[in-house]
C-alpha cells in the first residue's frame, strides 16, 4: 500500500502539502466506506492507483484550465481530487454535482478537511448543466455511457467547454453509438492506469440533424 502510494505522488509531483490532503481525503474514503458503500470494495486495496492517479491524469489533458465541472461526482472521483491537487494553482476551482445526499455529506466533510477549492451541489444533472456555462472542462467517471454524456453536457460543450470521459474497453461501441446521434470532435489518450482504457476528450458538439 505504501509503495503504491509512494510511486503515484511521485509520478504526479504533487507538492508535500498536497500529498498530505490526498493522504486526509484517502483516510477517510476508508473511514466512510464501511456505512456509505462509496467505491467498489475490492478498489480500496488499490485506492491510489485504481482512483487517485486516475483522477489526477486528467489535469494532464487540461494543464490551464482552472474552472472544472465534475458530474456524479460520488466519491470525489475525478473532481474533488482534481481539487485538491489543483488548490496551488491560481483560482483553481471544481463544481462538484452529486444527486445523492449521502454522498454529497462525504464530499462537504472532505472538503473541509482538505481545504479543497470545490462547491458541492446536491441536485440532478439535467435541472443546472445549463448554468455552468464558464465551465472550462466537464468530466465525469462511471456515470453513463457516451451518448447520455453527451446529452447531458450539450448546452456546454457546444459553446466551448472540453469534455473529459474516462472510458473502458468498450469505447469505441460508445464512440459508435454517440455518433448516431452527434456530431463531435475528440482524440482518443491512453489511461495511465488501465491498458484497456482510455479517455475521451471531446471538444466540440452538435446534434446530427442540426
Not at 80 to 85: E, P
Not at 190 to 204: E, H, L
Request: hydrophobic share 45%; net charge neutral; proline share 4%.
Amino acid at each position: 500500500m505504501a509503495a503504491d502510494r509512494d510511486r503515484v505522488l511521485a509520478q504526479a509531483a504533487v507538492s508535500r502539502e498536497t500529498a498530505a490532503k490526498l493522504d486526509l481525503y484517502v483516510e477517510q474514503l476508508r473511514r466512510w466506506q464501511s456505512v456509505k458503500n462509496l467505491v467498489g470494495p475490492a478498489t480500496l486495496a488499490e485506492v491510489w492507483t485504481r482512483h487517485v492517479a486516475d483522477a489526477l491524469q486528467l489535469l494532464a489533458l487540461a494543464p490551464e484550465a482552472t474552472r472544472w465541472l465534475d458530474l456524479g461526482s460520488g466519491a470525489g472521483i475525478p473532481g474533488l481530487i482534481l481539487a485538491i491537487a489543483g488548490a496551488e494553482r491560481p483560482g483553481f476551482h471544481v463544481d462538484l454535482v452529486e444527486s445523492n445526499a449521502r454522498k454529497c455529506a462525504f464530499l462537504l466533510e472532505s472538503a473541509r478537511l482538505t481545504g479543497a477549492p470545490v462547491r458541492v451541489h446536491n441536485v440532478r444533472i439535467e435541472d443546472v448543466i445549463a448554468g455552468f456555462t464558464g465551465a472550462e472542462v466537464i468530466c465525469a467517471r462511471a456515470l453513463a455511457n457516451l451518448d447520455q454524456l453527451l446529452a447531458w453536457t450539450e448546452p456546454l460543450l457546444k459553446m466551448g467547454t472540453t469534455g473529459l470521459f474516462p472510458k473502458g474497453r468498450d469505447v469505441e461501441a460508445e464512440l459508435t453509438q454517440a455518433a448516431q446521434r452527434w456530431r463531435f470532435v475528440y482524440d482518443l489518450h491512453p489511461s495511465r492506469t488501465d491498458s484497456a482504457a482510455r479517455i475521451v476528450r471531446v471538444t466540440d458538439l452538435s446534434r446530427v440533424d442540426s
